[in-house]
Antibody
Framework: QVQLKESGPGLVQPSETLSLTCTVS????????VSWVRQPSGKGPEWMGR???????AYNSALKSRLSISRDTSKNQVFLKMNSLQTDDTGTYYC??????????WGQGVMVTVSS | DVQMTQSPSYLAASPGESVSISCKAS??????LAWYQEKPGKTNKLLIY???TLQSGTPSRFSGSGSGTDFTLTIRSLEPEDFAVYYC?????????FGGGTKLELK
């Protein structure tokens, strides 16, 4: 069945770079797009960016200058890197299967805290 | 960006009752609205997309309606497993944006 699982550090220092990995199973990254979505505690989700099935990327303009999404199809993995982290980047980060611009499967999410 | 506003933020109801959640967009999004359910310990679940199309596996007691800027999620005859947080998301234009959520609690 379709599964997505995020992994990465739970604590990041301010001004440092966040690196997360999404490992997928049950579908091919060359057939489906994957998006990253984050959610600060107590707030609604925010779409961050997308890795298209064809390898292209799209980013939320609010994050574009800090964000990079890449993939390794041989490992069924999608990567997120975001630099210059601040405390308001604290929240839960999800990878999702992106189908027609909505998200039909979600990972469990990984909690990221930005703190010194 | 399209701002999505959900109301109410909190809603208390009892099993068997029917409830409605509103989602308003700051500009027309045609019918491109999705609804999600969030429950502790479970992955988020897509319920409805394109305003009113039920995702496979979504019970028929859930329905979505609306177009343009005003949308509604209705849950008829609440079951115990329906108490959760619900989010709307517009999928009409970049960047895709979400509402702030509605927590449906047991009365």
């Amino acid at each position: 069945q379709v599964q997505l699982k995020e992994s990465g550090p739970g604590l990041v220092q301010p001004s440092e770079t966040l690196s997360l990995t999404c490992t997928v199973s049950g579908f091919s990254l060359t057939s489906y797009s994957v998006s990253w979505v984050r959610q600060p505690s107590g707030k609604g989700p925010e779409w961050m960016g997308r890795m298209w099935y064809d390898g292209d990327t799209a980013y939320n303009s609010a994050l574009k200058s800090r964000l990079s999404i890449s993939r390794d199809t041989s490992k069924n993995q999608v990567f997120l890197k975001m630099n210059s982290l601040q405390t308001d980047d604290t929240g839960t980060y999800y990878c999702t299967r992106d189908w027609n611009n909505y998200f039909d499967y979600w990972g469990q999410g990984v909690m990221v805290t930005v703190s010194s | 960006d399209v701002q999505m506003t959900q109301s109410p933020s909190y809603l208390a109801a009892s099993p068997g009752e029917s409830v409605s959640i509103s989602c308003k967009a700051s500009k027309s999004i045609n019918t491109y609205l999705a609804w999600y359910q969030e429950k502790p310990g479970k992955t988020n679940k897509l319920l409805i997309y394109s305003g009113s199309t039920l995702q496979s596996g979504t019970p028929s007691r859930f329905s979505g309606s609306g177009s343009g800027t005003d949308f509604t999620l209705t849950i008829r005859s609440l079951e115990p497993e329906d108490f959760a947080v619900y989010y709307c998301q517009q999928h009409n234009e970049y960047p895709w944006t979400f509402g702030g959520g509605t927590k449906l609690e047991l009365k």
